[in-house]
């Protein structure tokens, strides 16, 4: 059984920053993309940024290119996503997610965490 568990949200200023964390069980962790998405009340579960297994290649949505990293330790079984230049818009639950394709593609991601809230405060 595959367990996410996200951490490091909190209550930010604009400009301000905040490092996610997702600690995943099993030790499969290393072949697997991983991804962070967002969903705001009352709004869809939007892709943030994904990660291939090797750390090689990274995608990321548009509205966070230039001010968010998606990184990995697969010793730690562990993803990140450095998140700077917060804006209000970017408050929402974020979620990371597992997948066995390099993808943007929320269908394509099978295990989910429970989700960690960000709240960017004007």
């Known amino acids: 059984q595959v367990q996410l568990v996200e951490s490091g949200g909190g209550l930010v200023q604009a400009g301000g920053s905040l490092r996610l964390s997702c600690a995943a069980s099993?030790?499969?962790?290393?072949?697997?993309?991983m991804g962070w998405f967002r969903q705001a009340p009352g709004k869809e579960r939007d892709f943030v940024a994904a990660?291939?297994?090797?750390?090689?290649?990274?995608l990321y949505a548009d509205s966070v290119k230039g001010r968010f990293t998606i990184s990995r330790d697969n010793a730690k079984n562990t993803v990140y996503l450095q998140m700077n230049s917060l804006k209000p818009e970017d408050t929402a639950v974020y979620y990371c997610a597992r997948s066995n394709r390099f993808t943007k593609l929320r269908v394509a991601y099978d295990y989910w965490g429970q989700g960690t809230q960000v709240t960017v405060s004007s």
């Open positions: 099993g030790r499969t962790f290393s072949t697997y993309t």
């Open positions: 990660i291939y297994w090797s750390g090689g290649s990274t």
